[in-house]
């Protein structure tokens, strides 16, 4: 059996780094032995895992990109840490989630990897190894020429007060250039086609979407409220708190708005909008049950999970079609609209609201096209193809 390595910002406590611990957790209960190491949060009692950055490594990594615009690419203490797992685990396969989040050095990683002959899988949940700075491009395409001129989003995550986009990107390449044993996978057809035109391009790729729970995201009795419901982990101008706003104003009055998520302060008070704040998975399941129809205004996602469990809990969709938001929604499942355009939002949502749909369509259809099991197996044969 093989040795199989994670390493990812967390053991389970964000989205990406739940992911990464069911993949570890399958692949343990096939027989291999597995490994996470994370960055932040607490550890998993469910397979062994290594926390191996500290508040130093998020200190350095802060001040570099705030200051510099060198996100995860500046040395840090964690990688000597990360090589002394390495040694010791001795993996046969290395599956890299993502390395940007104050924790962890890209070019340090990669030279690591770099003087082991050993297959590497990276998931690009997000864009941000192809960019010269931004996890969500949006509408930009500097990245396929270089970034050769200041960044335009600075701004956004990961924030900086100066641009060096066109040096990160060279840099980004060149560690990447380093792993001769690379397979890249995206989970939806928005990232395949952001890959085509970046960088790495030319490294094999698989499209394998990203899977949920259908058994416990499921429809219930549960009667339908007059909620539009919204969910983001933290709300930014990216994942649409802006559009939130505008959108309050098309909605008609009997259908309100609960968000879920951290709002920044200034949004918190909003009349006609109720911020929930974090939720555990359990009360986001009872939520999107009651919900009449989720609204995705996100400008970018490269999957978006939260439409996935909505229509597993057979809530219907109502997104803007930017990123992969708007990817295999058809009605009575959901309708797309045009990235910004918050009134056609609202006249999707609420003929969503209104419509008679059934649950359980809407949930054979996410358990079609977001099963987990189906997830699970596909990254198992490439792990198997990868490690003849």
């Not at 046969?92 to 989630?97: A, F, Q, S, T």
């Not at 309050?248 to 920044?264: E, F, K, M, S, W």
Request: charged share 20%; hydrophobic share 40%; proline share 7%.
């Amino acid at each position: 059996m093989a040795r199989i390595l994670h390493i990812s910002v967390t053991a389970g406590s964000d989205p990406t780094g739940r992911l990464a611990l069911q993949l570890a957790c399958d692949s343990a209960q096939r027989g291999h032995h597995t490994h996470l190491a994370f960055g932040r949060g607490p550890g998993s009692d469910q397979i062994p895992s290594t926390r191996i950055a500290s508040p130093v490594d998020l200190a350095i990594h802060g001040f570099a990109t705030r200051l510099a615009d060198r996100h995860a690419l500046v040395s840090s203490p964690s990688a000597v840490k990360l090589c002394r797992l390495i040694d010791s685990f001795r993996p046969d396969l290395i599956h890299l989630h993502n390395i940007h989040g104050y924790y962890l050095s890209l070019p340090e990683l990669c030279r690591l990897i770099a003087n082991r002959d050993i297959p590497v899988v990276v998931t690009l949940h997000d864009a941000w190894p192809l960019t010269g700075h931004c996890a969500t491009p949006a509408d930009c395409s500097k990245f396929t020429l270089g970034c050769t001129t200041p960044c335009p989003r600075c701004s956004h995550y990961p924030k900086a007060l100066v641009s060096r986009s066109e040096q990160n990107l060279r840099d980004k390449a060149h560690s990447f250039s380093l792993i001769p044993r690379l397979h890249i996978v995206v989970p939806s057809q928005y990232m395949l086609d952001i890959l085509a035109e970046s960088h790495l391009a030319r490294r094999p790729a698989s499209l394998i979407r990203n899977g949920i729970d259908t058994r416990r995201f499921r429809p219930d009795e549960t009667a339908r409220s007059h909620i539009a419901l919204a969910v983001s982990r933290h709300w930014s101008a990216d994942k649409g708190i802006d559009d939130l706003l505008e959108l309050r104003r098309h909605l008609p009055d009997n259908l309100r708005i609960v968000a879920v998520g951290q709002a920044p302060p200034g949004h918190r008070r909003h009349h006609g909008i109720t911020y929930t704040g974090a939720m555990t998975s359990g009360q986001l399941i009872e939520l999107y049950r009651r919900a009449a129809v989720l609204v995705n205004p996100s400008h970018g996602e490269s999957f978006s999970l939260v439409k996935a469990e909505a229509l597993a809990c057979g809530t219907p969709v109502a997104s803007y079609a930017g990123g992969a938001s708007g990817e295999l929604l058809t009605p009575p499942y959901g309708i797309s609209v045009p990235t910004g355009d918050t009134a056609s939002l609202a006249r999707a949502a609420v003929s969503l609201a209104i419509a008679d749909t059934n649950p359980a369509e809407l949930h054979d259809f996410a358990a079609r096209h977001f099963n987990l099991d189906k997830m699970l197996q596909q990254y198992n044969d490439l792990y198997n193809q990868l490690l003849k």
